[in-house]
């Protein structure tokens, strides 16, 4: 066989053409924000160095698992799923905190959130549950039931240290149970389930979280948290929902979010908002060119959570509106990837993986645009990451790996029928 660049990157051309762009935009937006990162270090390469090294790695990722047949997919829930739980409980007991979230965890010296595997590990079981219980009218009606319980404790161990995800991957999994038509009906239910689970939740978020407030000193400040430590072990709720305050916080801010005055708007109270909007405020329509962003050193996360703000600043309402554009061609892609599959699975499993990405892409720029409270949600595929970068390349391998069984089914229908005295089918020219 001829060695080509065909014969390497192979499946659906257009995902890859989307993928190309997302990684030219990551690796210039990623190197002008990180400069924070280089301040006074002699090495000022390392931070783009590692990102692009990451990419790298996703890309190897990618081109593996395009070469995987579909069916493995399958083989592989169980154990997924049997990883997943163990590892979300792994990270409640003994996982590593960043920025006050217990999310990390180190398993052979590889550094990971356990909630990326978990949300991959989702969209497989449910695509699974949907392709296996479809009828010519939909889905059987025992579908509802067990695609909740294969969700739902894994949703409730994301939800107590990640909350954003959890809602993300609740929102993934109902726009696919109506792809893979299951009764309207009781999607609406959820829904109305999962509206007064949310007025519940939110009622204990206020009346257990407490709003962390500035310290006056080092020594109150050391009171005042051992205080906390003594309340939390003394209610199992409190225990259960010690990031309360953390949601509270950013809930009151973004339900209060009243016009401020420049003059009056405290910058180092609510940083993250303030020198978000005003890096998209003097972006202009064609923004002030790659490299030039005035807050890249003051935006807390500017590299990660608040990426685009900085793209918008350098690249202008144009660039915000052709990345936005990116992800939203992604889903319609997925869209017309999955219309070839023969099989229900690769349908569901490509959408699934689709809506997962695209929905966490527009999760990052609401927050970054102020149309949502602040969640923590990185840029898919954009921002600086580690695992999580390379576990998203392996979702677009996924679906590159359907794009490729789902045209050689198409081919070798077509060679069927071919086959059987010359004679074409109306419906398949």
């Avoid at 301040?39 to 070469?67: E, T």
């Avoid at 989702?122 to 479809?134: C, N, P, R």
């Amino acid at each position: 066989m001829r060695f080509s660049l065909s014969n390497i990157f192979k499946g659906d051309k257009v995902i890859w053409m989307i993928f190309f762009f997302l990684c030219v935009i990551s690796l210039v937006e990623v190197f002008s924000s990180s400069s924070t990162l280089t301040f006074n270090k002699p090495n000022y390469w390392a931070p783009i160095i590692k990102h692009g090294g990451i990419l790298l790695i996703g890309v190897a990722a990618m081109v593996v698992v395009q070469n995987i047949d579909c069916k493995y997919f399958k083989i592989a829930t169980i154990f997924l799923i049997i990883f997943s739980m163990a590892t979300l409980i792994w990270v409640l007991l003994a996982g590593q905190t960043t920025n006050g979230a217990q999310r990390w965890v180190s398993l052979f010296g590889i550094q990971f959130q356990p909630s990326e595997i978990a949300k991959g590990t989702i969209v497989l079981a449910v695509a699974q549950i949907l392709s296996a219980m479809q009828t010519e009218n939909g889905t059987e009606e025992k579908t509802f039931k067990y695609v909740l319980y294969v969700t739902c404790p894994i949703l409730f161990l994301i939800m107590v240290e990640n909350l954003s995800t959890a809602i993300l991957l609740g929102m993934v999994v109902v726009g696919m149970m109506l792809y893979g038509r299951v009764s309207i009906r009781k999607v609406g239910k959820l829904i109305g389930i999962i509206a007064v689970t949310a007025i519940v939740l939110l009622a204990l978020i206020l009346m257990f979280g407490k709003v962390e407030e500035p310290a006056v000193n080092d020594k109150n400040n050391l009171t005042e948290q051992v205080a906390k430590n003594e309340k939390k072990e003394e209610a199992f709720l409190q225990k259960l929902f010690h990031r309360a305050g953390t949601w509270k916080g950013r809930i009151i801010k973004f339900v209060n979010n009243k016009e401020t005055p420049p003059k009056d708007f405290d910058l180092s109270v609510d940083s993250q908002v303030g020198y978000s909007n005003i890096a998209i405020a003097s972006s202009g329509f064609i923004g002030k060119g790659p490299g030039n962003s005035e807050m890249r050193e003051l935006l807390p996360q500017a590299f990660s959570d608040f990426i685009y703000a900085i793209i918008i600043e350098e690249l202008g309402l144009a660039g915000g509106i052709f990345v936005m554009f990116l992800y939203i061609f992604l889903l319609w892609r997925a869209g017309r990837i999955a219309d070839r599959c023969a099989n229900n699975f690769p349908a569901f499993l490509v959408m699934g993986l689709a809506l997962l990405l695209v929905c966490q892409a527009m999760f990052n720029m609401m927050v970054a645009v102020g149309l949502a409270p602040v969640t923590g949600q990185p840029l898919p595929l954009i921002s600086k990451g580690g695992t999580s970068t390379i576990i998203n390349c392996t979702y677009l391998g996924v679906i590159l790996s359907v794009s490729i069984s789902a045209k050689r089914k198409k081919k070798k229908q077509h060679a069927v029928v071919n086959n059987n005295g010359g004679i074409t089918l109306p419906h398949n020219p």
